[in-house]
């Protein structure tokens, strides 16, 4: 730029001055004067250079020609990948049965042509099945990862499907649809009346379609380039260990072993150790597939925790797959087992008691030890020598217990012709069957595999019942015993001990309620043994109550949020009475917060908590489990209850208390409850005083509302601290958890209680 042009920038300009402006002008055209003559001394030169400019321009030109290139194509690289990130990839894995090809040895190889051949095929059915359903926009791609033998005969395939989907769009996808699609488009003909129908020409199996959503990782590492950690093992010889043996690297592990035995036989794997960080499966699991690929459905075990104990399961098919994942290792992580080939068993027996009364013998579920597989049929048909002798069974840390009409979730019995669901516990159980010919089936229906069981028999008297009658009491296996009220008197009565099981509930040692909470007062030590105080990190946060050895309820809202929601950063203190003092403290296992929970309205606000160590029995005196209410229970307002709780005592307060407070609180008519908050669910209701003055408040959350329901001085759960409006502000009732509502929720996650 030419210097006359420049602003006067050096000076301010209020002090610019005409002299110091003359000065300007002069060295301007003194500068200007001199460039002409430089300008004209160097023309010659100039055209000398010329070529030399022409050369260095266009090289200029050139490189700024490539800049814009560079510029452009980046842009649209970038466009594109902002534009596939705000669509997603969506994965789904499944399997099928192709009934009419033979299996060739060569589809192992997935390089060799007949794989690639039999894969294009199936990949060029799939497109015509997806291509011309509803989803085809957003069809992607099907790929075949597996083509194997198996039990069943045929061809046995593992296939990946994907799709693009635009983010908002991706719950149109669901996993019904997406496999609903694949079964419609199967013809299957009625004349024939099989399962197996015709796909665009494939005949193919319509029961053993499997299909769910997969993990883009493992789509990778199971069709391409993700790990370099996938096996594939086959096994023929029976009963010989094949050992499996895994460590996790420094920056983390995924590895994969399929397991192939012969056709005809099954897959046992038997787990000798684990070492893996136990936090449910986040970062760190052991998972066993009954296919060759992660199908969610085909789940038949998943460790989240370490483990020295051998668990062993078996297969229901030829083929088993493993995955170990461990993240960052710090400490040392690693899997240890063996899988072996076995034939497959059939299940049950006739067998002929002896006449000696007494148990004689034991019937197991199938593969006992192992864990029994998912599908499974046993029949065993007892007789007793005599008429007047029955069939006695008792069950090991087993119950069962008619069959309602909603079903049972892992396996039905069926004993001369009555239906029962059988439940997992910590005691024997015994069954006495008044009939000299029995008939017992057990079916397997639970989704994964479940703990062995064993079963012992024996004959016994039928002669020595006594009838039923109203005097007496009839004990869980349909025994009556001569004792009309032989409920929870302290003493068993019934071989299954049925009349005292679940008494060790509510019941407190020290019982002198005179009457902080809200306007409450100091607990005795012992006064209510089932109180919980939950510390998050270290802190108290929650309420919670005991309700078995390993079980406590809470609220959900306490573990909302994903920090909260980690089991690894709670500790349950029990048995204590001022903060601090805890006879007894546990690390959290699991924690299970209702699936219907609401954050917007608190509704469903229940939760349950596993501890990693169940409370010693020796605590019994300070730590026990508090009733839970029966389903038919009606909490009417008017009941006097108590709330318990180490929250704050005021509203205004920022701390806790240190000592336990307790206060009775009134349970408060539902309409006006619903008038007060308008947003009450019938999972909620309210209690506390019109007044206000006694409530609960912040940290006491999760804990119980106890309540005395029968005359017998039994403390039930009635409520779980969830919220209100301030702390003790009149005519603002505290809103609790309606517990009676979750009975049966309850009961499927903690089957010993009942
Ligand atoms: N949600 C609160 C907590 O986190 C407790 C609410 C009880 N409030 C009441 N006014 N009763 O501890």
């Not at 594109?80 to 192709?98: P, W």
């Not at 609220?555 to 950063?569: E, T, V």
């Not at 005395?708 to 009732?733: A, E, H, M």
């Not at 009676?740 to 903690?750: G, L, R």
Request: with cysteine; proline share 4%; net charge neutral.
């Amino acid at each position: 730029m030419d210097e006359k042009n420049d602003p006067p920038t050096a000076k301010p300009e209020d002090e610019v001055s005409a002299a110091s402006i003359s000065v300007q002008m002069v060295s301007a055209e003194d500068k200007l004067a001199k460039r002409i003559l430089a300008r004209k001394k160097h023309d010659k030169l100039k055209k000398k250079d010329k070529l030399l400019w022409n050369f260095q321009n266009k090289i200029i030109l050139f490189t700024l020609i490539l800049f814009i290139l560079g510029v452009v194509t980046w842009t649209l690289l970038w466009l594109f990948i902002v534009q596939a990130e705000n669509k997603d990839a969506l994965y789904f894995v499944g399997l099928f049965r192709v009934a009419n090809i033979e299996f060739l040895p060569e589809y192992r190889q997935k390089e060799s042509k007949e794989f690639l051949s039999m894969a294009q095929t199936v990949q060029h059915v799939m497109n015509l099945v997806y291509t011309t359903s509803s989803f085809s926009k957003f069809y992607k791609q099907s790929t075949v990862s597996e083509v194997s033998n198996n039990n069943n005969g045929g061809l046995l395939i593992h296939f990946w499907i994907v799709f693009v989907v635009p983010q908002a769009k991706g719950q149109v996808l669901c996993e019904d649809c997406v496999a609903a699609i694949l079964k419609d488009s199967i013809q299957t003909s009625i004349i024939n009346r099989t399962s197996v129908g015709s796909l665009q020409g494939l005949a193919v199996d319509m029961d053993s379609i499997v299909l769910s959503a997969g993990l883009r990782s493992d789509y990778w590492s199971t069709t391409g380039t993700g790990t370099n950690c996938v096996y594939d093992l086959y096994a023929d010889r029976l009963h010989e260990h094949f050992p499996l043996d895994t460590r996790a690297t420094s920056e983390g592990t995924i590895c994969y072993f399929k397991l192939i035995a012969s056709v005809g036989h099954l897959v046992r794997l038997s787990i000798v150790s684990l070492q893996i960080e136990a936090d449910n499966c986040i970062t760190d699991s052991l998972t066993i597939y009954d296919s060759l690929m992660p199908i969610k459905d085909k789940i038949l075990y998943r460790a989240c925790e370490p483990a020295d104990s051998l668990v062993s399961l078996v297969s229901t098919n030829n083929l088993m797959l493993v995955i170990f994942k461990a993240a960052q290792v710090k400490e040392q992580k690693e899997f240890h087992g063996y899988f072996e080939v076995i034939t497959q068993e059939k299940c049950g027996k006739a067998i002929v008691t002896k006449e000696e009364t007494g148990y004689e013998g034991k019937i197991t579920s199938p593969y006992y030890p192992s864990y029994y597989p998912p599908k499974c049929f046993c029949a065993w048909n007892f007789q007793t020598p005599q008429k007047s002798l029955g069939i006695a069974l008792k069950f090991h840390n087993y119950t069962i217990s008619e069959k309602n009409i909603k079903g049972c979730e892992r396996g039905w019995w069926k004993i001369n012709e009555r239906m029962y669901c059988g439940y997992y516990v910590d005691h024997q159980t015994v069954f006495h069957i008044t009939s000299s010919a029995v008939s017992v089936e057990l079916q397997c229906s639970s989704k994964v595999s479940e703990k062995p069981l064993l079963v012992e028999y024996g004959s016994y008297n039928i002669s020595q019942r006594i009838p039923c009658t109203s005097h007496t009491f009839k004990c869980r296996n349909n025994i009556c015993i001569r004792k009309q009220y032989a409920r929870c008197d302290g003493t068993v009565d019934c071989v299954d001990g049925s009349d005292e099981n679940s008494c060790s509930c509510g019941s407190s040692k020290i019982s002198n309620l005179i009457s902080r909470i809200v306007g409450g007062s100091n607990t005795e030590e012992g006064e209510w043994p089932w109180q919980v105080s939950l510390h998050f990190v270290g802190a108290a946060y929650c309420g919670a109550s005991v309700i078995s050895k390993e079980w406590l309820v809470s609220a959900a809202h306490c573990f909302q949020g994903s920090k909260l929601a980690d089991p690894r950063a709670w500790r349950a203190h029990l048995g204590m009475q001022t903060q601090g003092r805890a006879r007894f403290v546990s690390a959290v296992r699991r924690i299970v917060v209702h699936e219907y929970y609401n954050s917007r309205n608190y509704d469903y606000d229940i939760a349950l908590l596993q501890l990693s160590t169940p409370w010693p029995d020796t605590m019994s005196r300070l730590i026990q489990p508090i009733c839970l209410p029966p389903s038919s229970h009606k909490a009417r307002s008017g009941d006097k209850c108590w709330i318990t709780g180490w929250g704050q005592k005021q509203e205004a307060d920022d701390e806790g208390s240190a000592v336990l407070q307790k206060a009775e609180v009134e349970i408060i008519d539902q309409t006006l409850c619903h008038t007060t908050y308008g947003i009450i669910t019938a999972r909620m209701f309210c209690a506390g005083l019109s007044s206000g003055k006694r409530d609960g408040c912040k940290g006491d959350s999760g804990g119980p509302l106890s309540c005395q329901i029968n005359g017998d001085g039994k403390w039930f759960l009635t409520g779980i601290v969830s919220w209100g409006y301030g702390c003790g502000r009149p005519n603002f009732p505290g809103v609790y958890t309606r517990v009676s509502n979750f009975a049966p929720w309850i009961h499927k996650y903690v089957p010993s209680v009942l």
